[in-house]
């Protein structure tokens, strides 16, 4: 058990701002993102102690989030027009700061500057079927076996997939143009 705990708090410590901006990225909310990671994380948790073969715990703990992040989708209400800019307006300062998991390692990794920013903002102009790929492989650094296995297709399709998003992402930002 000790030895299941250590490495299940080696994993937590390696993966969990990388787990959190994932999640914030897609649900734009601090709470609502914590909360995934939580479930994410305990859902390891819950594999580790059943002794199942994890052979890959990234690509795993990616995988958990991304369809709880669908789940979330899927489950959430509808709001009136009304309600949500009431919302928002109430809340664009809570939901715009959030707490630092590992602040070193945080600071470390978000340190892209304006165009790195800009870059962000354009990749979530992609389709869906482009954006995560792109997302995972140049802001994540995951490589498309392991986005293969986190998307639940072939590392091949995978790879056709960042090509392809590159095309559109260059088109999106204008790329080459004079």
């Known amino acids: 058990m000790k030895d299941i705990q250590s490495t299940f708090e080696a994993i937590y410590i390696k993966e969990s701002d990388v787990i959190f901006r994932f999640c914030l990225l897609r649900v734009s909310n601090r709470e609502t993102a914590l909360d995934i990671v939580q479930e994410t994380f305990l859902r390891l948790w819950k594999q580790m ?3 199942k073969d994890i052979l890959n715990e990234r690509a795993l703990l990616f995988t958990i989030a991304r369809h709880l992040i669908i789940d979330w989708y899927r489950k959430k209400k509808s709001f009136s027009l009304d309600a949500m800019v009431l919302n928002n307006s109430n809340n664009d300062e809570r939901e715009t700061s959030f707490d630092i998991l590992d602040e070193e390692t945080t600071f470390a990794n978000l340190e892209i500057g304006a165009e790195g920013r800009y870059l962000i903002d354009q990749i979530n102009k992609l389709g869906d079927t482009y954006r995560e790929s792109i997302y995972l492989r140049y802001v994540e650094d995951l490589s498309p076996g392991e986005i293969g296995k986190i998307m639940g297709i072939t590392p091949n399709a995978a790879s056709v997939r960042i090509n392809r998003g590159l095309v559109e992402l260059k ?7 004079q």
Request: charged residues 50%.
């Open 171 to 177: 088109k999106i930002v204008e790329y080459g143009k």
């Open 49 to 51: 102690q059943e002794d």
